[in-house]
């Protein structure tokens, strides 16, 4: 059974940082590309950030400079660093895992993040 599972959500005031974790069982978590996605209520899911199999990092325009992730493939782990947040970060983020066969894609069941102060 696949699990991804997210941690390190919260409130936290404008120009703050916070670091999201997922923690994945079930995959070959090195196979799998990594990312994080965020939503906000009446709008579409949108990418934010992944992580190739191979480590390489992708960003939404909107968080280059600001956040990075990472990935420790020895902890099945992936990570999201967020520093000098913006209250239109507000969103519910959730992990995502997209293996090497179009049938290998998860969702974590999301973790909230709000900005404000």
């Known amino acids: 059974q696949v699990q991804l599972v997210e941690s390190g959500g919260g409130l936290v005031q404008p120009g703050g940082s916070l670091r999201l974790s997922c923690t994945a069982s079930g995959i070959l978590f090195s196979f799998y590309t990594m990312g994080w996605y965020r939503q906000v209520a009446g709008k579409e899911r949108e990418l934010v950030a992944r992580?190739?199999?191979?480590?390489?990092?992708n960003y939404a325009d909107s968080v280059k400079g600001r956040f990075t992730i990472s990935r420790d493939n020895a902890k099945n782990t992936v990570y999201l660093q967020m520093t000098t947040l913006k209250s239109e970060d507000t969103a519910v983020y959730y992990c995502?895992?997209?293996?090497?066969?179009?049938?290998?894609?998860?969702w974590g069941q999301g973790t909230q993040v709000t900005v404000s102060s």
């Open positions: 992580s190739s199999s191979g480590g390489t990092p």
């Open positions: 995502h895992a997209y293996g090497p066969a179009v049938y290998l894609d998860y």
